[in-house]
């Protein structure tokens, strides 16, 4: 069967060699990226053991190893019966071969299973085996050569687990070089069944290759044993901010004209490189100029995870929109009106991801629970941008903005009772989305920053009160109900403001880790300081965590009525969709937490109730007809 998935494993790289140029030693480019960007990637292309190392405190790692050292890392996922695994080599010397291996235990005995290209440029190797039987915990290694390797550990899928756990991360400075023992042991001790990093895995910019193996040297002692997500944000493909608008090609400085800067085959190198191993992308269609995209999803243990592309489809602001600030994307009018700015036209997600949201919330196969994963924050809970003192009333590079599609977006995750997992934004929070009014929407967490030089942010409103509604007995002073400078309702209950931006060791700095309990369906999240030492329990964490929420109440819409009850077997759960007729929203489609279920509804109407075991299959009894 494995020699089987190893010829099945060529049959499947066609696209991906037809679209990625795989080049023997004498065929590889010293300008992969063409005559306009010469230098781009340069430290892992052309001759690049003859280029002089960088030298300074920032200087990323050298590309000139040890040749038992070639194979830097690997990131692995699997799901539906299918093992996908990105090995990442350092750059190879002409004489040395283009394949690496894949080798798993399998009754003790090692057996190479597959063999991959090393491709250029990028110098990642990819692997794919199916079927894939996620029960067993299986060893693996990754070689190359005589000597080089990399090993770990294939986890089994953890379903019979009640509470799963993922740690939530982004933006890990370059400036700050070397390993993260101080955040590895920690997370070594927490023990995450996934490793979630929301983008900004590297700030090299130009140099995405160098950038991309010192993270992976950095976290490779988790990545090795646990299934990880990555996906790239803005500053993986170079960019201050993005805008992608569908792939288009960027020329205004600062990108806010939307779209890419660097060449298509960049931009690729980057998403290959970092999103390879996901699960297949669900609308594999390229968008314009034929940049790749992965958004898809990813079930963990019976938790079901939408891993978003949150900029690539997103409006550029500049040209569509007065500009109010000194760059198109800053605000700082206070006069302005935020519904100004809410111009027909514009997207966030696009209709391919919010058609991808429709479909993946009305399947509930093998899961309990649900959650998005992008890159950015649907709000602007932030107020100083830069320095504890820098005040700036809206910023586009957020989700809060274009407001009608992020309300679109958040209605979506709520229908499924999800919680959002982002970064991006160097400051931790917790709220509770508004959509029409406070507190309807889902709970989101933005994770810290997990190393912070580049940019500090602070939660601090003008008047210095709490809001409405303020959390009871809060450590931190401002917690309650705000409008956040886009005019979106948010409730803020947790913030972790760095007392001390040019102290490493209080820029609030660290990660963020969630727990989801399947039997209580309760979700809890946790801030952990980058310093902090986790064998002390909660008190390690920044004050205002650990924060525990019902799933049930990422839909906070307040009840109308309730139709009549829907009874499963006894001792199943079951899927419930119900539907206003009149207008041909779906209200939700949730998995039920008993055999017994009472869906409310939020206003008159008439109303369809379909169920199934794992998705809506049937109606559960006739149409109903709510009425004042």
Not at 384 to 403: K, S, T, V, Y
Not at 535 to 562: S, V, Y
Request: with cysteine; aromatic share 10%; glycine share 8%.
């Amino acid at each position: 069967m494995l020699r089987a998935a190893h010829a099945l494993i060529w049959l499947l790289m066609l696209p991906l060699l037809a679209s990625t140029t795989v080049r023997c030693a004498a065929d590889e480019s010293p300008r992969p990226f063409g005559d306009e960007f010469p230098n781009l990637d340069g430290l892992a292309v052309g001759d690049w053991w003859d280029k002089p190392a960088p030298q300074g405190a920032n200087a990323p790692p050298s590309m000139n190893v040890p040749r038992e050292d070639v194979v830097a890392f690997a990131v692995y996922t699997h799901d539906h019966g299918v093992l996908k695994l990105t090995a990442q080599l350092f750059p190879l010397m002409p004489d040395e071969p283009r394949i690496a291996r894949l080798d798993l235990k399998r009754d003790g005995q090692w057996e190479e299973v597959a063999t991959a290209p090393v491709l250029y440029p990028g110098w990642s190797a990819h692997f794919r085996i199916e079927p894939w039987d996620n029960r067993h915990d299986v060893e693996y290694r990754v070689r190359h050569g005589e000597n080089a390797m990399f090993a770990g550990l294939i986890r089994h899928d953890p379903i019979e687990k009640n509470e799963i756990v993922v740690a939530s991360m982004s933006c890990n400075s370059s400036r700050t070089t070397g390993l993260r023992p101080e955040i590895l042991d920690n997370l070594k001790r927490l023990d995450p069944d996934l490793l979630f990093f929301a983008g900004d895995q590297t700030y090299r910019h130009t140099q995405h290759t160098a950038g991309w193996i010192e993270f992976g040297l950095q976290f490779r002692d988790v990545l090795r044993d646990r299934p990880t997500i990555t996906i790239p944000d803005d500053h993986d493909v170079g960019h201050p901010n993005l805008w992608g608008e569908n792939g288009k090609q960027s020329t205004l400085s600062g990108n806010a004209d939307g779209g890419y800067f660097y060449p298509v085959d960049y931009v690729n190198q980057v998403q290959r490189q970092q999103t390879w191993h996901l699960p297949d992308a669900v609308d594999p269609t390229p968008v314009d100029r034929d940049i790749t995209v992965y958004f898809t999803r990813l079930k963990v243990g019976g938790i079901d995870f939408a891993i978003l592309e949150d900029r690539k489809f997103k409006t550029g602001p500049a040209g569509k929109i007065p500009q109010m600030g000194p760059r198109p994307d800053h605000i700082n009018d206070p006069s302005y009106d935020p519904k100004s700015i809410d111009v027909a036209g514009l997207e966030l997600l696009g209709t391919r991801q919010e058609s991808f949201l429709e479909r993946w919330g009305e399947d509930w196969s093998g899961t309990a629970m649900k959650a998005v994963l992008s890159q950015t924050a649907f709000c602007g809970a932030v107020h100083m941008h830069g320095g504890a003192n820098d005040r700036l009333l809206a910023d586009l590079d957020c989700n809060g903005w274009p407001q009608t599609p992020r309300n679109r977006a958040l209605d979506l995750i709520r229908r499924v009772q999800a919680v959002h997992l982002c970064g991006d934004q160097h400051l931790s929070v917790v709220v509770k989305h508004g959509i029409a009014e406070f507190g309807d929407g889902p709970y989101a967490f933005t994770s810290p920053a997990l190393v912070n030089t580049i940019y500090g942010r602070w939660w601090h409103p003008a008047d210095e009160q709490p809001g409405p509604n303020a959390v009871p007995n809060s450590p931190l002073p401002w917690t309650g109900d705000f409008l956040d400078g886009l005019g979106n309702p948010i409730s803020m209950l947790a913030y972790a403001n760095p007392p001390k931006i040019n102290d490493e060791r209080q820029r609030a700095d660290g990660f963020g880790l969630v727990r989801f309990r399947k039997d209580s369906r309760t979700i809890t999240f946790e801030c952990w300081p980058r310093f902090a030492d986790a064998t002390q329990g909660d008190a390690a964490q920044f004050p205002g965590w650990p924060i525990t929420i019902p799933m049930e109440d990422n839909d906070g819409r307040k009840p109308l009525a309730k139709l009549p009850e829907v009874i499963f077997d006894e001792g199943q759960t079951g899927v419930v969709q119900v539907t206003n007729m009149d207008t041909g929203e779906t209200l939700y489609t949730v998995r039920t937490k008993s055999n017994r279920f009472s869906p409310p509804v939020f206003t008159p109407g008439h109303y369809r109730v379909r169920v199934g075991a794992d998705r809506p299959e049937r109606d559960a009894y006739e149409q109903v007809n709510i009425e004042y």
